[in-house]
């Protein structure tokens, strides 16, 4: 499952947990299970007897139990802060005999870009380079104003733009995943 999607749905479920905890908490002190229920203090119940009774074992094992979440949040923290799925330093083919070129992809991406938005009609442009280094994949998106004809700006992207950066990376069937949107 692909990060952002698995960020959106552990935090979609947290967010469900906590809010029927915060719906069981209003129906029980509103009196839904009860009045006996709802006139209970939180800490006078056959729970905290029990843990008072078997400390020893519960805590250790909540200790555990803690230990194990905190690892899977330092785990997920890392995962977010670390991975990515831009591409690295690309190494561009050529003859080895004059030396190696290496293009980072914020170079493409940024040339690209100010390319794009001095087209007539863009109002802005984002660009990326994902994937691995070896074989990657452009992402752009293109905001246009409402004005603008867009068949006329989607050939001009394509025919000049698009084919700018394949050349520059010496790849002429390089993906390239073209978003164009209008602007409000």
Do not use: C
């Not at 990657?136 to 246009?144: K, Y």
Request: avoid cysteine; hydrophobic fraction near 50%; charge should be positive.
């Amino acid at each position: 499952m692909h990060a952002d999607r698995f960020n959106r749905f552990a935090l979609i479920l947290f967010g469900l947990l906590l809010a029927v905890a915060g719906a069981a908490g209003l129906v029980a002190s509103a009196g839904g299970f009860g009045h006996r229920f709802a006139s209970h203090t939180l800490f006078a119940n056959q729970v905290s007897s029990y843990i008072g009774t078997n400390g020893t074992w519960v805590w250790a094992v909540a200790a555990a139990v803690g230990a194990v979440l905190a690892l899977a949040v330092v785990r997920w923290i890392l995962v977010l802060l670390i991975s990515t799925d831009r591409a690295g330093t690309i190494t561009l083919p050529g003859g080895r005999e004059h030396g190696v070129t290496q293009l980072q992809p914020t170079a493409l991406t940024g040339a690209l870009t100010r390319e794009i938005q001095a087209y007539h009609g863009v109002a802005s442009a984002k660009g990326r380079l994902i994937g691995d280094a070896a074989s990657p994949r452009l992402v752009l998106t293109v905001t246009a104003a409402p004005t603008t004809d867009l068949p006329t700006l989607h050939h001009r992207l394509h025919d000049q733009a698009l084919a700018h950066a394949r050349q520059a990376l010496g790849n002429t069937s390089l993906p390239i995943q073209l978003d164009l949107d209008v602007s409000r």
